[in-house]
């Protein structure tokens, strides 16, 4: 019998899926703590240059007036009023008095000392390197080799559970996390930082992946959209543990080790975790995942046939390349729109959670609000996604979280700043379109590719998604390139546009709710063409297509 009406006889997510499910949901806790803790121990706090004695220059805020007309006279100012982070008056006073006047026409200099302002953190890695002005870039080029780490993760790792099993895979990558991240707080310079970001980043990914797979293997097909959303909410619950450690801790290699407990937790608890039996099943090793699967059916209280397992077990039918969707005009199109879209539902969900730092106002409030709107988007998705449908969901997600960027031109540009909440708000109306899109795209985009291509077609799809959080630092970074007003705005104005761009260009995919999934390529061309009457008009939203099946791949 086939592996899928096992799983049914034994419940599709039954007492003993639901305690393993929930135990391998962990990881995405550690994930999370590791993939956005950038937004503080990177975070680039006010600065200006240092000034030679005699004034003791060590604050960032003048200790007396002496020490302001100092710092007054010898900083020059910016069009936002604050002090210049980099430039300074190429003068040399000795002696400064009230009636000492600020020559505004003097030659400006660069600094290669700099005092920072730490009212909201102790030390961030950028102080500690002084990664400011013309090394300014540097933040963006570590975030991007973070993202360059998933990237070799979800492939290596991906390609390593296949091979030695989803539980040793994960228990490799969490090894790995746990070095990763507890080197990253000894690193001496960028270079060191960099390579343990970009192993952090891989091991993040495999963790991620392996657990997922590993908990999904196990629950019946009418089960696996909600289990892969709800693994969401633990991705949640870790940014909302970063955002209380963050605000305790406000040194960044103390932070950056107090995050690293929570994975070697996770790696006691996988070594009592059990094998996948579908993997051990397609690996040939039925005894084992007999007895997996016989220990499962006593704590659900079914009864198993005698005979589990035979030749049709594993047999998910033909498999295609994924170069076969570009032989039609129509395929070619749809799979050109869903790898823009995950390309940038991932490039605007990271870059707008690295842009918090810039939005002005509490960094905290601001990260944790945006933990709130991101929940309240899994939720919105729970509800609504077998209710609007697919598509209307996800082009509504990317036209609201678009549009709501975009806006935030007029707040910036023509209000002061005691209108910065209408700034943050807006942006948190787009981190809650990004975050429904990207739940949404996984369960789109697997259903729209046929069954022959699937697998192919979903692993390309997350190469697109890689690609765009590798950009996303660099757009989220533009406000440190831009000074002004206007560089506040431009990150938002950029993720604004590419998701109304991508909302629209969804609008051409067909809708996949209530519809029988296309199986082979010839299937995939007449799927959703409203003047043909055929079985893609059949009410299958519980049941897998057949010949095959999909994994969604939540985050990596």
Not at 312 to 333: H, N, R
Not at 478 to 488: A, E
Not at 519 to 529: H, L, S
């Amino acid at each position: 019998m086939k592996f899928d009406e096992i799983i049914e006889i034994l419940g599709e997510f039954g007492p003993y899926q639901k305690r393993l499910y929930y135990l391998v949901c962990l990881p995405a806790i550690s994930c999370a703590l590791q993939m956005l803790v950038t937004v503080f121990t990177l975070s680039i706090p006010d600065h200006r240059c240092h000034l030679s004695d005699p004034y003791n220059d060590t604050s960032y805020q003048p200790r007396d007036l002496l020490h302001q007309l100092y710092v007054n006279h010898s900083i020059p100012r910016d069009s936002d009023g604050k002090w210049s982070s980099c430039k300074r008056y190429d003068v040399n006073l000795t002696k400064v008095t009230t009636r000492t006047v600020i020559d505004v026409n003097a030659t400006r200099t660069s600094c290669d000392r700099w005092v920072y302002d730490t009212s909201t953190f102790e030390d961030t890695f950028i102080t500690e390197q002084n990664m400011i002005c013309d090394d300014a870039s540097f933040r963006a080029h570590a975030n991007m080799i973070n993202m360059a780490g998933l990237l070799v993760g979800a492939f290596g790792f991906g390609i390593l559970s296949d091979v030695i099993g989803r539980k040793f895979g994960m228990l490799a990558s969490v090894s790995l996390h746990i070095v990763g991240s507890i080197a990253t707080a000894f690193s001496p310079n960028f270079t060191v930082f960099v390579i343990c970001r970009f192993f952090t980043g891989a091991s993040n990914a495999g963790a991620f992946m392996s657990a997922f797979v590993l908990g999904l293997e196990l629950v019946g097909p009418s089960k696996r959209k909600f289990a892969g959303i709800v693994m969401e909410f633990f991705w949640c619950i870790g940014l909302f543990i970063l955002a209380i450690t963050a605000f305790f801790i406000r040194d960044w290699s103390t932070l950056q080790l107090a995050i690293s407990v929570p994975s070697v937790l996770l790696l006691a608890i996988f070594w009592f975790i059990p094998e996948s039996p579908r993997w051990l099943v397609a690996h040939d090793k039925t005894e084992k995942a007999e007895k997996i699967l016989r220990k499962a059916a006593e704590v659900n209280k079914v009864e198993l046939p005698v005979k589990l397992f035979d030749k049709d077990t594993q047999d998910s039918g033909p498999q295609a390349k994924v170069y076969e969707m570009f032989t039609s005009p129509v395929l070619l199109i749809r799979s050109l729109i869903i790898f823009f879209n995950w390309m940038v539902v991932s490039m605007v969900y990271y870059g707008l959670g690295l842009n918090v730092g810039n939005l002005g106002g509490d960094i905290y409030v601001n990260f944790t609000i945006a933990n709130i709107v991101e929940t309240a988007a899994y939720i919105l998705c729970l509800i609504l996604l077998d209710r609007w449908g697919r598509k209307a969901l996800h082009c509504t997600s990317m036209l609201l979280g678009g549009i709501a960027c975009i806006l935030t031109i007029f707040p910036v540009l023509y209000l002061d700043k005691s209108y910065e909440w209408i700034t943050i708000t807006l942006s948190m109306v787009g981190k809650l379109g990004a975050s429904a899109a990207f739940a949404i795209i996984y369960v789109f985009a697997a259903e729209l590719f046929p069954t022959i291509t699937r697998n192919s077609a979903m692993g390309f799809s997350s190469f697109c998604a890689r690609v765009g959080g590798m950009i996303s630092p660099y757009i989220a970074d533009l406000g440190t390139l831009v000074k002004g007003d206007i560089g506040t705005a431009l990150p938002l104005l950029v993720f604004g546009g590419a998701s109304v761009a991508a909302g629209l260009l969804s609008l051409l995919l067909p809708e996949t709710l209530n519809q029988t999934l296309p199986e082979t390529i010839e299937d995939a061309k007449q799927f959703g063409r409203k003047n043909k009457k055929s079985k893609y008009h059949m009410n299958t939203t519980e049941e897998e297509p057949r010949g095959g099946k999909y994994e969604l791949k939540e985050k990596f």
